[in-house]
């Protein structure tokens, strides 16, 4: 059976680790007769988190690094007036407080968490401090001290609560005076920003405090969540459903990144990862093709273009 390439998108539940997703899709493969497949996913969910989970297989796992730099779009809910240790449900409440945001409060400090921002990552990250992840330290009862980090909050808006449970649609949690007890929002966010630590800022700068009670990702890079498959839809496939009604082609994470029509010496010079020169071609990161077959990624700079990944793929131009 040919090994497949390409992208599986999942629709990560609640409760499933980001390693165990990766693990769940290697057992079905191997249970529909595809062996031992290369896998990596493009950016982890916590388990609290839902949705978008880009699995790489085979040749797609040499851009996984790549979706880890792309832009991220998350759906989340603040519950206002208890901060945990872990920012959401998981945590254990370190501070209270009685106050609770209007609607009007809300849109005037939104403009302070739209742009470049400073953000302090959670203790309850995978972040490495001398060595070990924040979250063994953590929950070793240490002290976790991280330093700020630049990011880039592309928008973010507020919009309906959404039940943890059931994902449908109901009204931002207003009481009869009009104060806010929980809110939800949407966030289109740069690599590296924690939602967990944008709803603790956002919180405290309405003059409270708040955590994450419901997270969701709806898109990861170029992949949203109309092209992701459900857990049960994986297991289908263990049974024998056809992958490939599933199955995303490689250059599905090349979305973006122009493409490099080649000839065939052109072809065989790449494959071979020998320099290409002479092209009339803009300076950056693009992927080449002969056909409709990805090739590799190139670096073009001066009208030469040499290679930063190779794709083996079959039938690729020898």
């Known amino acids: 059976m040919t090994q497949?390439?390409?992208?599986?998108?999942?629709?990560?539940?609640?409760?499933?680790?980001s390693t165990q997703a990766?693990?769940?899709?290697?057992?079905n493969l191997r249970e529909a007769g595809y062996g031992k497949v290369k896998t990596g996913h493009g950016g982890t969910l916590d388990p609290l988190a839902s949705g978008v989970l880009p699995i790489a297989l085979g040749e797609a796992t040499k851009l996984a690094g790549r979706m880890l730099d792309g832009d991220k779009v998350y759906e989340f809910t603040v519950h206002?007036?208890?901060?945990?240790?872990?920012l959401d449900l998981e945590g254990t409440v370190v501070a209270q407080s009685d106050i609770r945001p209007t609607l009007a409060a809300v849109d005037a400090v939104?403009?302070?968490?739209?742009?470049?921002?400073?953000?302090?990552?959670?203790?309850?990250?995978?972040l490495m401090v001398e060595g070990r992840r924040a979250y063994d330290l953590a929950r070793a009862g240490e002290e976790v001290a991280l330093p700020a980090r630049?990011?880039?909050?592309?928008s973010l808006t507020a919009g309906v609560e959404?039940?943890?449970?059931?994902?449908?649609?109901?009204?931002?949690?207003?009481?009869?005076?009009?104060y806010l007890s929980c809110l939800s929002l949407t966030a289109h966010v740069s690599k590296g920003t924690y939602i967990r630590s944008l709803a603790r800022d956002f919180a405290r700068a309405l003059g409270t405090v708040?955590?994450?009670?419901?997270?969701?990702?709806?898109?990861?890079?170029?992949f949203g969540l109309d092209a992701a498959i459900s857990l049960d839809m994986l297991e289908e496939i263990g049974k024998g459903a056809r992958l490939e009604n599933s199955l995303l082609p490689l250059e599905a994470g090349l979305d973006g990144i122009p493409a490099l029509d080649l000839g065939p010496e052109q072809a065989r010079a790449v494959h071979q990862g020998r320099v290409l020169?002479?092209?009339?071609?803009?300076?950056?990161?693009?992927?080449?093709?002969?056909?409709?077959?990805?090739?590799?990624?190139?670096?073009?700079?001066?009208g030469n273009a040499t290679v930063l990944r190779g794709f083996n793929l079959p039938d690729t131009a020898e």
């Open 210 to 222: 708040g955590h994450v009670t419901y997270l969701r990702r709806i898109r990861a890079g170029p």
């Open 4 to 17: 497949p390439n390409g992208w599986l998108i999942l629709d990560k539940p609640v409760g499933l680790g």
């Open 162 to 178: 959404r039940s943890r449970d059931t994902g449908a649609g109901t009204s931002t949690s207003l009481d009869t005076s009009g």
């Open 80 to 86: 206002f007036g208890a901060e945990t240790d872990t």
């Open 150 to 154: 630049a990011v880039t909050i592309h």
């Open 110 to 126: 939104m403009a302070r968490f739209t742009g470049a921002i400073e953000q302090v990552p959670p203790a309850f990250s995978a």
């Open 277 to 302: 020169t002479g092209l009339a071609f803009q300076d950056g990161v693009c992927w080449a093709r002969y056909g409709d077959r990805p090739l590799a990624l190139l670096q073009v700079a001066g």
């Open 22 to 27: 990766v693990g769940a899709v290697k057992r």
